[in-house]
């Protein structure tokens, strides 16, 4: 089959080739993949040199969002049958024995191998994947929705798990790509009041997101964004989540903050952060985190928030390629010409 493939670490080395066909393992399905989401990452690891501390081992088929058809099925499994609607969570396997698996914190054990990083993900026409990371998608939910469920239970990871969001707080969120447009949704539905702060570049996204009610929406480059902020915030957020990658949107978020808040990183920044910890935090006694990925809950959350978001979800979804024009599709995320972009495998 012909799949997208990160040959090796140097910048650009991701090529449409010849892959065996997956056959499923003990416990293992094999997915006819007919959506699978183009995330930033994917991108930017693909214009980007690998180096040791780089979360690709190429080569191997990139793609960490996807849904599709049971295909076939491993020895071992009797709760799955051919022709299944599913998606699948992005971990492929992990130890089983250290603190954070016995946590259920799967997304940080030491020896996790994620689906598009260390095993092969879902930008092929098939892609095995283990049982327990498999979900039923509702048959009202169209495949390319359900590729947007993995950036979903990231947002719920970060939302609920590492914020601990809840009704009436103030929530702040820089950055209206898929991921800020989804935290700001899952927070609107715990009934937090939301601003989603972007550029002028990102006006249809913020336009998106008051279409469907999930938060009030304001350009940083506005004239008045400072006083308007002041009078919004008062004494500052609750909690404010960093989805924008950029620097200067964290050095603002913590000043936005209010007093024993909370800060939340999920874009990958790469500059340093000169942080002046008497002042920044220890004065407000803030709270300054991060988010990666999803953990199992996260999924069952998602799936349960599913139905009343379905509809933003499938709006979000701007541009569709087959995978032969996977370059086009990166291009297009790359410029941020669109919102949510999607590959189908399975019309190579």
Same mark, same amino acid.
């Given at each position: 089959?012909?799949?997208?493939?990160?040959?090796?670490?140097?910048?650009?080395?991701?090529?449409?080739?010849?892959?065996?066909?997956?056959?499923?393992?003990?416990? #293992?399905?094999?997915?006819?993949?007919?959506?699978? =989401?183009?995330?930033?990452?994917?991108?930017?690891?693909?214009?980007?040199?690998?180096?040791?501390?780089?979360?690709?081992?190429?080569?191997?088929?990139?793609?960490?969002?996807?849904?599709?058809?049971?295909?076939?099925? =491993?020895?071992?499994?009797?709760?799955?049958?051919?022709?299944?609607?599913?998606?699948?969570?992005?971990?492929?396997? /992990? @130890?089983?024995? @250290?603190?954070?698996?016995?946590? !259920?914190?799967?997304?940080? @054990?030491?020896?996790?191998?994620?689906?598009?990083?260390?095993?092969?993900?879902?930008?092929?026409?098939?892609?095995?994947?283990?049982?327990?990371?498999?979900?039923?998608?509702?048959?009202?939910?169209?495949?390319?929705?359900?590729?947007?469920?993995?950036?979903?239970?990231?947002?719920?990871?970060?939302?609920?798990? #590492?914020?601990?969001?809840?009704?009436?707080?103030?929530?702040?969120?820089?950055?209206? !790509?898929?991921?800020?447009?989804?935290?700001?949704?899952? @927070?609107?539905?715990?009934?937090? #009041?939301?601003?989603?702060?972007?550029?002028?570049?990102?006006?249809?996204?913020?336009?998106?997101?008051?279409?469907?009610?999930? *938060?009030?929406?304001?350009?940083?480059?506005?004239?008045?964004?400072?006083?308007?902020?002041? #009078?919004?915030?008062?004494?500052?957020?609750?909690?404010? %989540? +960093?989805?924008?990658?950029?620097?200067?949107?964290?050095?603002?978020?913590?000043?936005? /903050? &209010?007093? =024993?808040?909370?800060?939340?990183?999920?874009?990958?920044?790469?500059?340093?952060?000169?942080?002046?910890?008497?002042?920044?935090?220890?004065?407000? +006694?803030?709270?300054?985190? *991060?988010?990666?990925?999803?953990?199992? &809950?996260?999924?069952? &959350?998602?799936?349960?928030?599913?139905?009343?978001?379905?509809?933003?979800?499938? *709006?979000?979804?701007?541009?569709? %390629?087959?995978?032969?024009?996977?370059?086009?599709? %990166?291009?297009?995320?790359?410029?941020?010409?669109?919102?949510?972009?999607?590959?189908?495998?399975?019309?190579?």
């Amino acid at each position: 089959m012909q799949a997208l493939v990160r040959a090796s670490s140097e910048s650009e080395d991701t090529h449409l080739r010849e892959v065996p066909l997956p056959s499923p393992g003990p416990g #293992q399905v094999v997915l006819k993949v007919e959506a699978a =989401g183009v995330c930033g990452t994917d991108v930017e690891a693909h214009l980007q040199s690998l180096d040791a501390s780089s979360r690709l081992a190429p080569p191997v088929v990139i793609g960490h969002e996807g849904a599709g058809l049971v295909a076939a099925i =491993g020895a071992g499994i009797d709760d799955l049958d051919i022709g299944d609607r599913v998606v699948a969570e992005t971990t492929f396997s /992990v @130890c089983g024995k @250290c603190r954070f698996c016995v946590r !259920g914190e799967l997304n940080l @054990c030491p020896h996790r191998r994620g689906l598009g990083s260390k095993a092969n993900g879902f930008f092929a026409p098939f892609v095995a994947v283990p049982q327990g990371s498999v979900h039923r998608l509702p048959d009202s939910i169209p495949f390319d929705v359900g590729a947007v469920i993995e950036p979903l239970a990231c947002a719920v990871h970060a939302v609920v798990d #590492q914020a601990r969001v809840s009704g009436g707080e103030t929530i702040v969120v820089f950055g209206p !790509g898929p991921t800020g447009l989804l935290i700001a949704a899952v @927070c609107s539905t715990l009934g937090a #009041q939301v601003l989603l702060l972007g550029t002028s570049h990102s006006r249809p996204r913020l336009e998106l997101a008051e279409r469907f009610g999930v *938060a009030r929406t304001l350009s940083v480059e506005a004239d008045h964004f400072s006083d308007w902020i002041s #009078q919004v915030l008062g004494l500052g957020a609750d909690v404010v %989540f +960093e989805c924008s990658g950029k620097l200067s949107a964290l050095e603002t978020a913590l000043g936005l /903050v &209010r007093p =024993g808040g909370r800060v939340v990183v999920l874009g990958e920044i790469r500059e340093p952060l000169v942080l002046h910890t008497q002042v920044t935090l220890l004065r407000k +006694e803030l709270t300054l985190t *991060a988010s990666k990925s999803s953990v199992p &809950r996260s999924w069952d &959350r998602a799936l349960e928030l599913l139905p009343p978001l379905s509809e933003m979800m499938g *709006a979000m979804i701007t541009h569709r %390629f087959p995978l032969r024009r996977w370059r086009e599709a %990166f291009e297009t995320v790359e410029r941020g010409d669109g919102i949510k972009v999607i590959l189908t495998p399975a019309g190579v």
